[in-house]
């Protein structure tokens, strides 16, 4: 597969600085905008994806009717989160 380039971006003289601070040995300033391009859109195609799966469990329990209201779910944790605490006090 041919390759393909990513525009010329032009910055601030410190962002250069500083992005050449961190890299790795034997790292260039070009692999580390391609793995910054990598990471982010790997981050943005699992955010995407979570929204997806949000909305069609919103949509899922909208349909079956079948619903756990917020505040019994943080009482639910929080019953949970007192009782790790209470052990955790006991072993001590």
């Known amino acids: 597969m041919k390759s393909a380039n990513f525009p010329s971006v032009r910055v601030e003289p410190e962002l250069r600085a500083a992005a050449e601070d961190v890299l790795l040995d034997g790292e260039s ?45 943080v009482a639910a944790l929080q019953s949970r989160l007192d009782k790790a605490k209470a052990r955790a006090k006991k072993k001590r």
């Open 29 to 73: 300033i070009s692999s580390f905008v391609e793995q910054a391009i990598r990471d982010n859109v790997a981050r943005r195609l699992n955010r995407r994806e979570f929204v997806a799966r949000g909305l069609a469990s919103r949509e899922e329990a909208k349909q079956s009717g079948d619903y756990v209201s917020a505040d019994d779910v």
